[in-house]
Every structure is written in C-alpha cells, then in structure tokens.
C-alpha cells in the first residue's frame, strides 16, 4: 500500500502557512457490530514469570489473583493466561500432558476456578491457552499409542509412519522441526528393534495430533467444553495453522532446515495452512456462541498473506487473529503505514477486527527490538550476551510511542505483561540458566527466547524485585530492573505504567477501538505517521527530531515532553501524540 502525496506536496509549495498534513480518504469505517471483542484489550499473563505467591520462583494462579486489583488499574478487557496445565514443562507448558487440569507448580483447579471467578468481578475475561497441535509425549493418548502396535487406533491419534530407505532408517519425509532438527523421532517396537517414527513440529517431546482423526477433534471439544463451563472467557489457539497436515504428507520442497526456497515460501510448507482447519474453526465457534457473555478465538496463525489470514477470521471462523505482520514491522513510517493499510482492507472484507500487537512471549520484546536500529529479528530468535546490545533508552523512547501510537488504531489489541513497565528483554543472560528448547535443539546456535520471558519487577528494593517472596526466580532477572519496578511507577506521572493507563482509559472514552481511519498525507515530513480515528487524530514520529504537530488541534496526551513541546506546536523525538480533531 502507498499514500497519496500529492495533494500536501501541491498546496505546500504554494502556501507556506499551510498545515503540512493533509487528511486523505478514509480507509476504515467502523463496523456494525459492536461486540466486545472488536475493540478489547487483551494483557497477555504468562504465569511462570508475572507473580510467585508461594517462594518457588515459580509465578503461579494465586500470584495472579492476589494482583488482579492492580492489573485491572490497566484498564484492560480480558486477560490471556499462557498455559498453566499439567506439563513436564520441557517447552515452558507448551507440552501439554492434561488439558483439563492445573500443574501443581502452578496451584490447584480451585485456584483456576477463583482467578476465574475473581477476574469476573473486576470485569475482565480470562482467556484459555489451548494447545491443539501438538501434546507432551507424556499424555495419555501418547503413551497409549506407544505401548499400541503399527496401525492401532492408538497410533492413529498421531503421526506414526514407518522410516522410508534400507531398513527404513531414513525418517517417513524431509519435514523440519521449528526448534531445528529433523521433525521425526524414532521410537522402539514392541521386541526392542527400532520401530516407526512420529512428527513433531516442535520438540521430540511434542507430539503431533492428527486433525484428520475424528476422536481427536472430540477431544478437543471436551475440552473446550471443560472451560467454557468453568468460565472461561475464551480460547487462544496455539499453532493454528499447523493443525491438519496435507494429505499424504508429501516432501516439502524447501530446505531440509525448514529454511524457505525460492518457489517454496515458508508459508506454502505442507504442514501450514490446510483447507480442512476451517471446519474444525466453525465448529468450535459453533462451541462458544453455546455459552453467554460471547467467549471469544483467538488464533495464532502464521499465515501470510493478510488478505489469506482474513478467511481465518471470516463470518463464521475465529473471532481474532494476531496481527504478526504488524509485529514483525520495523521502526519505519513506510512499512508501518503499508501493513496498517493492508490490515485493514484485508480484515474489512470479513468485516473483522485487526488484532495489533507488538509483544509477546515467543519474541524480543518491542522496548528490545526498537533499540537495535534496522535490525529484523526472526521470531523465535532472542538476543544473547555475544549479540550487538540494543540502545536502551532509544528502545524504550520508541517502545512507548509505538504503544501509544498502536492504541490509537480502530480495533483489539494484545499486550505482553511488563511491557507497560517498559521493560525489555533480559539481553545478556548467559547461556547456563536457558531454558527454551529453541536454545537446547539448536545446540546454541539459537537464543531462543528466554530474555522475553524473565519474572518481571514489582519492588524495587525487594529480594527478585518482589516478584517471589524467597527471591527465587526461574530465570535470573537483570540486575538494573528495580527502576522499571511497578512500586516506583504507580504514583509517577511520568512512568510507563501511567502512560498506558492514559491510554487505554482514554482509548476507551474515545471510543477508538471502535473508530475509523484515515491517513495524512504529509510529505514534507517523512518520519511522521499520522492517522485520523474518528475525531482524535493520531501522530507517530518515527524520526530523532522534533516535528510540527497539526496546526490547530489541541493536544489530547502525549508519550514524552508532551505539554511544553505541544505549547510549541510540536512533538518530539521517537514520540507520539493524540489530539482533538478541532472539526470533530
Ligand atoms: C506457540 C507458542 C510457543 C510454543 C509453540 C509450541 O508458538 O506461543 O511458545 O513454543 O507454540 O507449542
């Protein structure tokens, strides 16, 4: 998508006192449908690392709803809990080996039951992990299909296939695990000789479901069923798009490592994007409009383009779908506007919410990648003590006005828990206390992502920062967090955590989740985002100078210098502002 320039460019050289911004078409209107969903924010918790109530250095559900108060002093619709059920934990729960419990690590199903319940009072939703793709090689269903034979029904409940080659020692296709390696892992038949293999996208302790099978589409929706009842307020759907496999599971025609060829882009891999999921989507919203209070899907689908993850949320299909191209946008005022654009039309016709988003647990987080000027990280891939350190306070700077610049946009948003301290990741944890199976598989040659996913501050003089009360944590935290903590950011003004409250307060009497848009054509100023929501209009300034703000529009907040650069008319540096349109 590109913007029409000319309009600015012409009357600029014409008349100096004239506004550099020009308002151009809108793009966006809003929809009919005013479900909540459409606009909510949603703070993504992920339990080992928000709040230790018991001294383990494990966070846990009691930490959470001991903090709900001051979670819901945010101002955020639901809360997304990363998975909390019984897991051998080798890919931090991801590998599930009961669905319908809680681990002991993190509590009791009463435990559960009560942030669930307590969440309800404050207003906010809770959102379920489900995690279809794939289990731990510790669940039952597992464990029974190893102990079955070649061809049992066992079996059948995942991807079992004999080797191909000489004495089929060659596994059944050339598919990849995205944790590196090979994606088969062989297993021992019943007299002990090296028997059939089983495909795991992930880590040889995940493995795959077959969606082809009928009893396992069941068991799934048992367990929807399970927390529906309970109360829950919605699903997040792991891995959405590698649920059915393609018929046959034919070679892939990229390489081995998984790594994209020309003509075989990542996205077209056999194992992503099957027609057959869309079924399985309509059933399971079928499942939720059974319920009250309209719980909602949320998938995680790493499908390209935007206009192809539109028909995941088509009439119909799942509620939302995170927004990864926004995510994965660099800080650039081109490449912001073309996917703000393109996200839009792609997701109007389905007449569907944009899901932004900027942080979550599987990525640097944005505080981190905006610190390192033009530099892509892939997701998955952290930032390790040998890697180039990220500018921190340009980081943070350029974090902060991208949030506010993101709450500005019609339609939901995600928030990662400890980014509205302004955190970022812990960059230089040594390779020792790493956990994340990215790291272990790729021997090394991968971070990984544990330096997003660190306990996060809560006092600043206290043992972990006040995240456990023994000062136990899982991953050690950097030792210059206590400035970030939420003890010293609550009364100040001019912290992170007030500016996200601004917002999302402000955000919400505005209407804006809601809202239209439209762009300003502003050429005289190509660091500068500006959009059009309704009535409030919206400036991101991408560059390291101070810009002139829209001439006439009294400033409704802003993320940094705000009141006396505004008194100037101006905005400054790696900052953003709202204003009132003065026509509104
Ligand atoms: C999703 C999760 C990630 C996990 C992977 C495998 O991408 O967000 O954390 O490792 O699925 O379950």
Redesign the pocket.
């Known amino acids: 998508m590109s913007l029409p320039v000319d309009a600015a460019s012409a009357s600029d050289s014409q008349n100096e006192a004239v506004s550099p911004y020009a308002l151009q078409p809108v793009l966006h209107e809003p929809s009919a449908g005013d479900q909540w969903w459409r606009r909510a924010v949603i703070y993504q918790i992920y339990p080992r690392s928000f709040k230790d109530s018991t001294g383990s250095g494990m966070g846990d559900l009691a930490g959470i709803t001991a903090e709900l108060p001051r979670i819901a002093t945010l101002g955020v619709d639901a809360i997304w809990l990363s998975p909390f059920f019984p897991s051998p934990q080798k890919?931090?729960g991801?590998d599930v080996s009961d669905y319908r419990g809680v681990d002991p690590l993190f509590g009791t199903m009463d435990d559960a039951k009560t942030l669930i319940s307590t969440a309800k009072s404050f207003g906010i939703r809770i959102i379920i992990d489900i995690?279809p793709?794939?289990c731990s090689n510790e669940h039952a269903l597992f464990k029974a299909a190893l102990a079955a034979e070649p061809g049992s029904a066992e079996r059948a409940m995942f991807h079992f296939a004999d080797g191909s080659g000489e004495g089929g020692n060659t596994p059944p296709n050339n598919w990849f695990s995205l944790f590196g390696g090979s994606g088969w892992t062989r297993v021992p038949a019943a007299d002990g000789t090296p028997g059939q293999y089983y495909f795991h996208l992930?880590d040889a302790t995940?493995p795959d479901f077959n969606w082809r099978n009928p009893a396992v589409q069941e068991e799934f929706e048992k367990t929807l069923r399970f927390w529906l009842d309970a109360g829950a307020g919605g699903f997040r759907i792991?891995?959405a798009h590698a649920m059915f496999k393609k018929h046959g599971m034919p070679n892939w025609g990229g390489a081995p490592d998984g790594t994209p060829r020309p003509g075989f882009p990542f996205a077209e891999a056999p194992m992503f994007g099957q027609p057959e999921l869309h079924q399985v989507f309509a059933r399971w919203r079928e499942i939720c409009e059974e319920y009250p209070g309209e719980p909602v899907l949320c998938s995680?689908a790493n499908v390209r383009p935007l206009t192809r993850l539109a028909d995941w949320v088509a009439p119909g299909q799942m509620h939302q779908s995170f927004n990864f191209d926004y995510l994965r946008t660099l800080w650039d005022r081109d490449a912001l506007a073309g996917v703000i654009g393109d996200s839009l039309e792609a997701f109007d016709t389905v007449d569907a919410p944009t899901t932004w988003v900027l942080s979550n647990?599987?990525v640097s987080r944005h505080a981190t990648r905006f610190g390192l000027d033009g530099v892509a990280l892939d997701l998955g891939d952290g930032i390790g003590p040998r890697d180039p350190q990220p500018d921190t306070t340009l980081g943070l700077a350029r974090a902060r006005a991208a949030t506010v610049f993101m709450l500005g946009l019609p339609g939901g948003a995600y928030l990662y828990q400890g980014e509205e301290l302004g955190l970022g990741d812990h960059t230089t944890l040594e390779d020792r206390y790493r956990q994340d199976p990215t790291f272990l598989r790729s021997n090394g040659e991968r971070t990984g992502r544990d330096g997003c996913r660190v306990p996060i501050p809560w006092v600043h003089d206290a043992p972990a920062y006040g995240f456990s009360p023994t000062g136990d944590t899982w991953l050690p935290q950097p030792g210059n967090w206590a400035a970030f903590s939420r003890d010293l950011q609550d009364d100040d003004p001019a912290s992170t955590l007030n500016l996200y409250r601004k917002a999302l307060a402000l955000r919400s009497e505005l209407g804006l989740g809601l809202g239209s848009l439209a762009f300003f054509a502003n050429p005289g100023l190509p660091e500068v985002l500006a959009i059009r929501n309704s009535d409030t209009i919206i400036v991101l300034n991408l560059s390291g100078a101070p810009v002139p703000l829209p001439a006439g529009d009294p400033l409704l907040f802003s993320d940094a210098n705000g009141a006396k650069l505004a008194a100037m008319g101006m905005l400054g540096a790696n900052a953003a502002a709202w204003l009132r349109a003065t026509d509104g």
């Open positions: 890919d931090a991801y995690v793709n794939h992930f995940q792991d891995v995680e647990h599987d």
